[in-house]
C-alpha cells in the first residue's frame, strides 16, 4: 500500500480501502478483538466511571495551567542534569534532534514509539541526514520495513495481517532461512528481535515518546509491552524524549490516575508489561543509563487551541480506544484519514495541527454516533468538536459552495412553517408517484448518493400534518 | 437530570418529526393511538418544521438556532413534548439548550424545553402504559445512537415490545454500532455509509428475525433500503406501529397489497 499524506482525499483513500480485502481482514479482527478486550477489562473496574472524571478534571487542571506545570517540567529536568529544548513547530524539533545526534557522530539511532515522531516526520530527517533510524517497536518495525506510515495510535501495523509480516520478514532478512517456520506470532516476534538485537547494540543515540511528563520529578514516562522501548533510551549514550507540550502532569500521583485509564481503555490491560520512569542522565552510582537526557516540548499549533472551542481535545492520552470503537475507523482503517492521527481524534487533531484546509472531509467522515465519546477515558466530546470544526468551515467558506447554499435554502424553508408544510405535501406526493405503488424508489431526483446502495423508500402519499388536520 | 412525566400531565404536544411526516405519517398516528391509550391528550403544534439536524450538523449554526427558536416557539407552551425519534429529542433536549446557551432570551426558555422533552418509549414506559397489541412475529430492535447515547433510552422500548402478545425478541450482536445513516454522512460517504449498513444487516440477519423495529426512522429508512435493495423479506417497522398494533399498513418500503391510492393510509380519519 502506497503511503498517503492527503487527508482532503479521505473520499477516494476511503473507496481504496473499502476494496483492499486483506485490510479489511486486518480491520474485523481487530475490530472483534478490541471491543470486548476493553469491555472486559472496564468491567472489571467498578470505579472506571469515576477515574474518567478524575482524568478529565486532572487534565482540564493541567490545560488551565500548563505554563506553569511546563516550567517546572523545564526546572526538575535541568536540576537533574538534563536538558529541555522548546520547540514551536515540526522544523525545529527536526532541528534540535539533529544537532543532538551530531554532537556525538551518531550513525544509528534506535526508536520506540513516538507518534510525535511521525508528527514531526523524524526517520526521514534523520535517513536524509544520513543517520539511520530502527524502529524497535514490533509494529513499528514491521511497517517501516514496508515503507508505510502507523494505521493507529497504538497498534501501528494494525492494518497488516500476519501472512503479510511473514512476507515482510522474508523479503527484507537477509540471510533468513526459508526452511524457518514463520506462522505464529510468537515465531515472528523472535525473529525480528534477534534481527534488533544488533541494532540496540551499535545505536548512538535512543529516541522514545513520552506518554506523560512528571512536572515535580522532571521524568519522562513511557508505558509499553515489549521492553524495547527500555533498551532503545537505557543503551546509548543520549537518550532524545519526544513530546509535545499537552503531556505534562503535575506529580506522580496524577501519572498513576492516567496510568489506571490508559491501558485499559487502549488494550484493555490491567497495566501494560512495561511501565518505565526515565528522569535524568546516569548519576555515578547508576549501574546503567543514558550520559545525556534530552526532551523535545513540541507546541507545533497545539497552543493555539488552549481558551478555544477546541481546548478540550488537548485532553487526548493516545490510547485509540476511539478508533477501536468508531465504525468509520472499522470501515476504511487509518490510512485513509491522510495524517499522523486517524479515527475521530485523528479528524479532530488532523485539521488543528495541519490546517483545516489541508483536512476538509475529515470532520465530516463521522456519523456523530457518539461512542467516541462514550469510551474516551478523558471524556473528550469528539462529536461537538466535530461539529465544531464544520462550522468553521460553514463559516469560513471552506465547505463547498453548492453544499452550503442547499442547507440555506432548505432552512429557508424549515424557518417558515406554512412553506415548509406545503413543500412537504408536494415532496410527500411526487414521491410516491415516482414509486409506482411499488413503495421504494430506486433511484430519486437528487438522491444518487442514496440510491447507490440502497433503494430509496417512498412516502405513505399524505404528510401527517396534513392529515392530521383533516381529522381535526 | 431527566425529569419524570408527571401522571397529572394530561395534555402532551407530539413533535412529529420531519422525517415521520413526510415519509410515514402511520408512526405519527401509532404515536397518537399510544399516547391517548396512556391517558394523554395529544396536540400537534402547527408551527413545528424540523428540528435542525440538518443545518447543526452542517455546521450552519445560524440557521440551526434559527429554527430551533422556531420549534421552541411552537412548542414551548405544552407541559410535555413527545417525539418518535431518539435523534430528534436528543436535538431539543441536549443541543438545543447548547446551541442557545449565551442568549438571554433563548437560552432559559430552551432549557425549559428541554427539561419537558421526551422520545415516546421512554414517555410512555414512564406512564406504565400497559401494551394492548398482538403481532406475530420474531423483532429484533435496532437501538439508534442518538437513543442510547443521547436520551438513555434502553430498556423502555423492550419493556413495551415484551408485551406484545405472539412477539419474541431475538437481540442482534453489535446493539451499540451505528447502521450508517447519520443524515447527510450517507449521502457525502454513500461507500462508508454502506460498508457500516452492511455490518447491522448482517448481526440482523443472524437473528433470525422476521421484523426489525427501530425508534428512528432515518435508521429505518436507511436500513430498510438496504434490506429491500437485496431483496431481504424482513420486515422493517417502528416501534409505534408495532406497538399500537397498526400493521395494517405496508412495512417500510414494501408496497401495499395492490391498493397504493395515495393517502389511503386508513388510519388518519379515525
Known amino acids: ?472 | 437530570m431527566t425529569s419524570q412525566p408527571s401522571s397529572k400531565v394530561d395534555t402532551v404536544a407530539l413533535f412529529v418529526t420531519c422525517l415521520v411526516d413526510l415519509f410515514r405519517p402511520s408512526i405519527g398516528f401509532a404515536a397518537v393511538k399510544l399516547l391517548e391509550d396512556a391517558g394523554c391528550q395529544v396536540v400537534v403544534p402547527p408551527g413545528q418544521t424540523c428540528c435542525g439536524q440538518p443545518a447543526y450538523n452542517s455546521g450552519d449554526r445560524e440557521s440551526a438556532m434559527a429554527i430551533a427558536q422556531g420549534t421552541i416557539l411552537a412548542l414551548e407552551a405544552h407541559p410535555a413534548i413527545v417525539v418518535p425519534s431518539g435523534s430528534c429529542a436528543g436535538m431539543l433536549k441536549r443541543h438545543y439548550p447548547e446551541l442557545l446557551a449565551d442568549d438571554m432570551n433563548w437560552g432559559p426558555r430552551a432549557r425549559s424545553l428541554a427539561d419537558r422533552v421526551f422520545e415516546l418509549t421512554q414517555y410512555l414506559a414512564a406512564r406504565g402504559l400497559r401494551i394492548d397489541a398482538q403481532v406475530a412475529a420474531r423483532a429484533t430492535y435496532h437501538d439508534s445512537c442518538s437513543s442510547l447515547r443521547e436520551m438513555q433510552v434502553k430498556e423502555a422500548p423492550r419493556d413495551l415490545i415484551s408485551q406484545v402478545r405472539e412477539l419474541s425478541l431475538a437481540e442482534m450482536a453489535e446493539t451499540e454500532a451505528c447502521c450508517g445513516f447519520g443524515g447527510t454522512f450517507c449521502v457525502k460517504f454513500p461507500d462508508v455509509s454502506d460498508a457500516m449498513a452492511q455490518r447491522k444487516v448482517d448481526c440482523i440477519r443472524a437473528t433470525g428475525a422476521d421484523l426489525l423495529l427501530a425508534g428512528d426512522l432515518g435508521c429505518l429508512l436507511n436500513l430498510a433500503g438496504k434490506l429491500k435493495r437485496a431483496g431481504s423479506t424482513i420486515a422493517v417497522r417502528h416501534v409505534a406501529e408495532v406497538l399500537a398494533g397498526m400493521t395494517a399498513q405496508p412495512a417500510i418500503g414494501e408496497s401495499g397489497t395492490g391498493d397504493s391510492r395515495m393517502g389511503d393510509s386508513g388510519v388518519g380519519g379515525k
Open chain 1, 1 to 472: 500500500m502506497t503511503v498517503l499524506h492527503d487527508s482532503n482525499a479521505f473520499k477516494a483513500n476511503a473507496a481504496t480501502a473499502l476494496h483492499d480485502a486483506s485490510l479489511q481482514e486486518a480491520l474485523a479482527i481487530a475490530r472483534e478483538h478490541s471491543i470486548p478486550t476493553r469491555a472486559r477489562a472496564i468491567e472489571r473496574l467498578p470505579e472506571f466511571e469515576r477515574l474518567r472524571n478524575s482524568g478529565r478534571d486532572l487534565k482540564n487542571h493541567v490545560i488551565a495551567h500548563l505554563d506553569q506545570y511546563l516550567l517546572q517540567f523545564e526546572q526538575s529536568v535541568v536540576a537533574r542534569g538534563g536538558h529541555v529544548h522548546w520547540c514551536p513547530d515540526a522544523g525545529s524539533a527536526r532541528a534540535r534532534v539533529l544537532e543532538i545526534c551530531r554532537s556525538v557522530d551518531a550513525r544509528t539511532v534506535t526508536k520506540g514509539k513516538s507518534m510525535i515522531g511521525e508528527e514531526i516526520g523524524i526517520n526521514a530527517f534523520l535517513e536524509a541526514n544520513g543517520i539511520e533510524p530502527i524502529e524497535t517497536d514490533l509494529g513499528e518495525y514491521i511497517i517501516q520495513l514496508r515503507r508505510e506510515t502507523p494505521s493507529h495510535i497504538i497498534g501501528p501495523a494494525l492494518h497488516v495481517t500476519q501472512a503479510q509480516v511473514e512476507e515482510t520478514f522474508r523479503k527484507s532478512h537477509d540471510g533468513l532461512d526459508p526452511a524457518r517456520n514463520l506462522d505464529d506470532p510468537a515465531a515472528l516476534m523472535a525473529e525480528a528481535r534477534a534481527h534488533l538485537r544488533e541494532g540496540f547494540l551499535k545505536a548512538d543515540v535512543g529516541i522514545t515518546g513520552a506518554n506523560f511528563l512528571i512536572a515535580d520529578e522532571g521524568a519522562s514516562v513511557i508505558v509499553t509491552n515489549e521492553g524495547n522501548g527500555d533498551l532503545t533510551q537505557t543503551l546509548p549514550r543520549i537518550h532524545i524524549v519526544l513530546a509535545s507540550i499537552e503531556k505534562v502532569v503535575p506529580d506522580m500521583h496524577d501519572a498513576m490516575t492516567l496510568l489506571r485509564l490508559l491501558p485499559r481503555s487502549g488494550t484493555g490491560q490491567e497495566l501494560a508489561v512495561y511501565v518505565t520512569f526515565s528522569a535524568g542522565p546516569r548519576r555515578a552510582a547508576d549501574l546503567d543509563g543514558p550520559g545525556e537526557y534530552h526532551v523535545i516540548l513540541l507546541d507545533n499549533g497545539r497552543s493555539a487551541y488552549l481558551g478555544t472551542e477546541f481546548e478540550e481535545m488537548l485532553r487526548c492520552i493516545r490510547c485509540g480506544a476511539c478508533l477501536d470503537h468508531c465504525p468509520v475507523y472499522h470501515s476504511v482503517g487509518g490510512h485513509a484519514y491522510g495524517w499522523v492521527y486517524s479515527g475521530p481524534i485523528g479528524s479532530l487533531l488532523n485539521p488543528a495541527l495541519n490546517g483545516i484546509e489541508n483536512a476538509k472531509p475529515l470532520p465530516h467522515a463521522s456519523t456523530l454516533c457518539g461512542r467516541c465519546e462514550s469510551v474516551c477515558p478523558m471524556r473528550i466530546p469528539i462529536p461537538k468538536m466535530l461539529r465544531h470544526w464544520r462550522e468553521r468551515e460553514f463559516a469560513g467558506a471552506i465547505a463547498p459552495m453548492p453544499e452550503r447554499r442547499l442547507i440555506r435554502l432548505w432552512a429557508f424553508f424549515a424557518r417558515r412553517p406554512w412553506l415548509y408544510r406545503l413543500a412537504a405535501r408536494l415532496a410527500a406526493r411526487g414521491l410516491h408517484l415516482l414509486a409506482r405503488g411499488q413503495g421504494r424508489l430506486k433511484s430519486a431526483p437528487f438522491a444518487a448518493g442514496w440510491t447507490r446502495h440502497r433503494d430509496l423508500p417512498a412516502p405513505q402519499g399524505r404528510t401527517f400534518q396534513e392529515q392530521w388536520r383533516a381529522r381535526s
